[in-house]
């Protein structure tokens, strides 16, 4: 769990290209985005993703599984869920090669510490997608590493083949298929036993597969430890009853029970960057002068927590009856 954006940096908004669109798996699909004039796109670091702006759908956050030393394209992976918000049906339903999509980044919560001695990662499903950057990133540096892949099936683990080419090279994956005869789900615990004592250990997956691995980890050194969530924990507070001063804006504003702050602030006519609602894309990450704020987010570490540097106004609420911020 990582926050290493910077709240007064909001990231580019780039009006790109969707080059080719890739069927990976059933489900998945990979999509290709370039400048339509062939400049070169912001750069990112291995674990960065984007956000597509998706019209009145809002915006949905997809990491970047390309090799972070290209320049000319992103490239994400979307995988289609009926039972989701609408953002990846809208991907797979109505996004064409050669239309043109909005998009905001990169930005990154989840780094990769490239200079550990050993990097072990675990993938759930498409939660694979942010491992393939870093694995490039660290066969690029001669650097150690090991891929655990939970996967139902063989036919399902999407981007399989080029995972074992990278392989090739210092690193390993091993499968795990969940929906075999012989296939079972492995124990978290049992993947990080025996793990080099320098190693960094990563988890990207479905939220029963990040408790189990926070569960694992308990007595890990907390710097060692990274994960990334795909959707939030809690829900948002909107219990309200509390003012936000926005310094910044030099407004003071009531945050009327109902609403978030990140709607109050919005209604006031102030312009907060902002993309998944739900406190997981950090895109809404704000420094907090004064006051205690009631965390809901899925992105801040319990220290940086506790410390109340920053929150994410889309989904936190306040603990105190004033909340200075540097809005």
């Not at 550990?116 to 993938?123: E, K, N, R």
């Not at 694995?135 to 083949?161: E, M, N, T």
Request: aromatic share 6%.
């Amino acid at each position: 769990m990582n926050s290493n954006s910077n709240p007064a940096t909001e990231p580019e908004v780039l009006k790109l290209l969707v080059k080719s669109i890739t069927y990976e798996a059933p489900g998945i699909h990979s999509l290709e985005l370039v400048d339509p004039l062939g400049a070169e796109l912001p750069a990112f670091d291995a674990g960065a993703h984007i956000d597509l702006h998706l019209g009145g759908i809002g915006a949905r956050s997809y990491s970047l599984l390309n090799p972070p030393q290209e320049r000319q394209r992103y490239v994400v992976a979307v995988q289609k869920q009926a039972a989701g918000r609408g953002g990846s049906r809208h991907v797979h339903d109505a996004i064409r090669v050669g239309d043109t999509v909005t998009v905001g980044g990169p930005r990154n919560n989840f780094p990769l510490a490239a200079d550990a001695l050993a990097s072990v990662f675990i993938a759930g499903g498409i939660g694979v997608t942010p491992f393939l950057a870093m694995a490039a990133r660290l066969r690029a540096l001669g650097q150690p590493w090991k891929l655990h892949y939970i996967a139902k099936s063989v036919d399902s683990a999407a981007f399989a083949d080029r995972l074992r080419a990278l392989a090739d090279d210092g690193g390993q994956v091993v499968f795990h298929f969940t929906r075999t005869p012989s296939g079972r789900r492995p124990a978290l615990a049992d993947l990080i036993t025996g793990m080099d004592r320098g190693a960094h250990v990563y988890c990207c997956g479905p939220e029963a597969m990040i408790q189990a691995f926070e569960q694992a980890t308990q007595g890990l050194p907390a710097g060692q430890v990274h994960l990334e969530r795909f959707s939030a924990t809690q829900a948002a507070d909107a219990s309200g009853g509390f003012t936000v001063n926005a310094v910044r804006s030099a407004k003071m504003v009531f945050v009327e029970p109902g609403k978030t702050i990140l709607d109050a602030l919005l209604d006031a006519g102030i312009d907060v960057a902002h993309s998944c609602m739900e406190g997981v894309c950090a895109a809404c990450e704000t420094r907090v002068i004064e006051g205690i704020p009631d965390h809901r987010d899925a992105v801040l570490s319990p220290a940086e927590r506790q410390s109340n540097a920053t929150m994410m106004v889309c989904c936190s609420g306040s603990k105190s009856s004033l909340l200075v911020l540097d809005v």
